[in-house]
C-alpha cells in the first residue's frame, strides 16, 4: 500500500479520537497531543497488528532487520548485511 494511501486510512483513527476528546471546536495542538498515545496504541492493537500477521515468516525476518539496521536503507543493503 502506497504511503499517501496508508495516511489517508490513519486519519479517521485520530479524528475520532480527537473529536469525542476535544472540549471545543477547533481542535488544538494540546488535543492532537492529549490523544497521541491512546491513538498510536489502538493503531498498533488494531491496524498494524492485523498487517503484521498477515506477512510470510520471511517478511517478517526483513521487517526485523529493518529495525536493527536502522532506517534509510533499502533492500540490497539490507541483504548484503546477511538478511533475508
Not at 469525542?20 to 489502538?42: F, G, Q, R, W, Y
Not at 510470510?56 to 525476518?61: Q, R, S
Amino acid at each position: 500500500m502506497p504511503a499517501t494511501a496508508m495516511g489517508i486510512r490513519l486519519i479517521p483513527e485520530w479524528g475520532y479520537h480527537l473529536w469525542n476528546s476535544a472540549a471545543e471546536s477547533p481542535v488544538t495542538i494540546s488535543d492532537v497531543e492529549s490523544v497521541h498515545d491512546e491513538v498510536l496504541a489502538k493503531l498498533d492493537r488494531n491496524f498494524f497488528l492485523m498487517r503484521y500477521d498477515c506477512l510470510t515468516p520471511k517478511d517478517k525476518e526483513y521487517l526485523a532487520a529493518m529495525t536493527e539496521l536502522g532506517p534509510g536503507l533499502i533492500g540490497r543493503e539490507i541483504s548484503r548485511a546477511g538478511w533475508a
